[in-house]
């Protein structure tokens, strides 16, 4: 069902490529589409594809995968859109607090900072793909889409190792730093309580001592 329709569809409004519309088309293609480029071919993919959802559902009850994949309802040319939003505002989280690092942190005062600047470029390249493979799905964007996220998953693995040998190096002065200040309050206290008890000794002795002469 879905091949015939997709054979005669192409043989109908495509150029032998498959590329562009021909003279004949009755396609008419929106602003949305042209801009991101949706091809001949692809146009008649996603109308049959909905052709053949609406056959399947009437006659058997359910929805087909097509090419391995769910079909999705385009809106403004993105083939996927609740991914590729979500894909875009992952990107701008990650792209915002990279602004953030570069403005609070100097390399020079924090060097390891330029491994997160390293990470946050290899999270932002992972989201831009995901953006651009749900807006357009063809074999270049869903290959790249793959590769940068296992990239963003081994940058992650990286990631949580510098964090912890961080974690450790900064950990021993803070805990040097805690005890002096513990012993030095220690010995604050034990001060304070010497120079009281000796104050209270001197109050009380003359009291003593006039009480002997009266009695």
Known sequence: MYQN???????????NDGYRFSPKSSIQQDFWCKLIGWTCS???RYICMWNTVEKFQAQHGYV??????????RMLGMQEPASAIASMLNLATNAYMYGRIRSEFTVRKVPIVLFWHGFALVCMNA?????????????????????CALSMVMGLFIAVIVRWVEMLYYAVPQQEEVRSS???????VLRDARAASVLRE?????????????W
């Open 202 to 214: 001197n109050r009380l002795r003359p009291q003593h001592e006039s009480q002997h002469i009266v």
């Open 182 to 188: 513990s012993t030095r309050i220690t010995a604050t």
């Open 64 to 73: 087909p995968k097509f090419h391995g994949k769910w079909p999705f309802t």
């Open 127 to 147: 989201w831009m793909w995901s953006t651009i493979f749900h807006t357009r799905d063809t074999d270049f964007t869903e290959f790249m889409d793959y590769a």
């Open 42 to 44: 692809d146009e008649c």
């Open 5 to 15: 329709c997709l054979k005669f569809c192409i043989k109908g409004n495509c150029t």
